[in-house]
């Protein structure tokens, strides 16, 4: 009787064995695709109907329990194919049998419950990931018992120890979702081959809260502007011929901006006049001029600008002087890029030299140079290259003087006052 006992348990046990491997088999594969699966894609196919990845998000949401859950799983199912393998080589072996069951049982759970589903897993992450989340589901209700208690017990441990059981960082969520996207775009620029110029358009957009008016905005020293006590002929003159059709009016001080002139107001103006230009009060077509802080952040400006309904807006820093000025195509020139029409002059403040250097004005944007020229420059404490070379160098630097910082050569070319104008860069990389 105890021989036939025994067979039974020769036939039964290995076969007990396979199917607590298969478990650890699907326990594995389970975590590795449920951890994996893309969330912005499952959130797309639940958004179309697919019920099975509803149930995958609800599962990913209860993070901490899914994955003490499995690990859970994962565990008994080991140990007990391990006690059950040790038991029938012991019975065959003796006492060396364990050494025989340690070896092997190794080499089964690393290669087929560990090794090889996780493999799959990571090939096939979507739809393994939608298969195995029903059968996930209430394995993960029985076992939440058990989990809560293991959960207690490790952030009890944890708080002894002194950390917390959360991500204490400071992220938020939406400093997550925007490092994940960040991620992305880095990963499928290099593995799907876009475009340097579209990934700097993604990336802008993610960095929009992180740049100031004042890193963009043109200079007040560039700002075309119109004296308002001029004679009305004059101030025609400089409105139909300026390349930009809105301009600022001041009157008596260049900071005093009492309006912004519109071109196309102007000639609904001359229009019923007949001639008799005189007659035009250039006051009374005036727009009222709108002032925004130089910290304001891109994405505000942008939002503040659709509200409005205007293009247009003065920067002015906490005294309330002028700073600058600031449009809406400045915003979207940052993201995607120069926009040139028909009025804008044809001249490039970068250019390439034969040995790869290039020349270039000081008022060039760091965030430019970086997104024509693929470039690293930091912004953080500069917005030009000429403020980058002063900010590094310390000093205003005087013509011919050369500096090397952040692995580029800085040569000054040409200046006006103290004002650096022009100056060749070049990357010690290349």
């Known amino acids: 009787m105890e021989t036939g006992e025994s067979h039974l348990e020769l036939i039964f046990l290995p076969l007990a064995i396979f199917l607590l491997l298969v478990l650890s088999a699907f326990f594995s594969g389970s975590e590795t695709a449920l951890t994996g699966a893309s969330r912005a894609r499952l959130h797309q196919m639940e958004q179309s109907g697919n019920h099975r990845a509803g149930l995958v998000n609800r599962l990913r949401d209860k993070h901490t329990k899914l994955i003490s859950a499995i690990l859970l799983g994962n565990n008994l199912v080991n140990i007990l194919a391990s006690a059950l393998a040790t038991s029938i080589f012991i019975s065959l072996f003796g006492d060396i049998g364990v050494a025989y069951a340690t070896i092997i049982m190794t080499i ?34 029985l076992l939440s018992p058990v989990v809560l208690g293991i959960n207690y017990i ?9 950390i917390k059981g959360y991500d204490n960082d400071g992220d938020t969520v939406t400093d997550a979702a925007q490092d994940e996207l960040r991620g992305a775009i880095e990963l499928h620029s290099e593995d ?26 043109v200079h007040r020293k560039n700002v075309e502007m119109v004296d308002a006590e001029k004679p009305v002929r004059e101030i025609i003159d400089q409105v139909l011929g300026s390349p930009y059709t809105r301009l600022p009016l001041w009157k008596g001080n260049p900071e005093n901006i009492i309006g912004i002139v519109h071109a196309k107001d ?48 003065l920067v002015v820093d906490e005294y309330g002087a002028l700073m600058g000025l600031v449009t809406l195509e400045d915003i979207l020139e940052e993201i995607v890029g ?21 020349i270039t004005k000081g008022d060039v944007t760091i965030r430019d140079l970086n997104r024509q020229l693929n470039w690293a420059l930091p912004d953080e404490e500069a917005a030009t290259v000429a403020g980058l070379v002063i900010h ?21 070319l040409k ?16």
Do not use: C
């Open 108 to 141: 089964l759970v690393l290669v087929f419950a560990e090794v090889l589903p996780k493999t799959v897993a990571l090939r096939r992450t979507i739809p393994v990931a939608l298969f195995v989340a029903p059968v996930l589901r209430p394995a993960v209700f």
């Open 154 to 162: 490790v952030d009890v441990t944890l708080s002894i120890i002194g």
């Open 192 to 217: 799907a081959g876009i475009i340097m110029h579209e990934r700097y358009m993604l990336d802008t957009i993610l960095d929009m809260d992180e740049v100031d008016l004042e890193e963009i905005m």
């Open 266 to 313: 102007l000639l609904r103006a001359l229009i019923p006049l007949d001639g008799d230009y005189e007659k035009l009060e250039i006051e009374s077509i005036a727009l009222e001029p709108w002032f925004v802080p130089e910290t304001t952040t891109l994405r505000s400006q942008l939002t503040a600008f659709l509200e409005r309904k205007s293009h247009f807006a």
């Open 338 to 358: 120069d926009i040139a029409d028909e009025h804008d002059l044809a001249v490039s403040d970068v250019r390439l030299m034969k040995d790869g250097s290039i």
């Open 392 to 412: 590094e160098a310390q000093i205003i630097p005087e013509i011919s003087q050369a500096f090397i910082f952040h692995g580029y050569k800085f040569e000054i």
């Open 415 to 430: 200046k006006e006052h103290n004002q650096i104008t022009e100056l060749r860069v070049t990357s010690l990389e290349l």
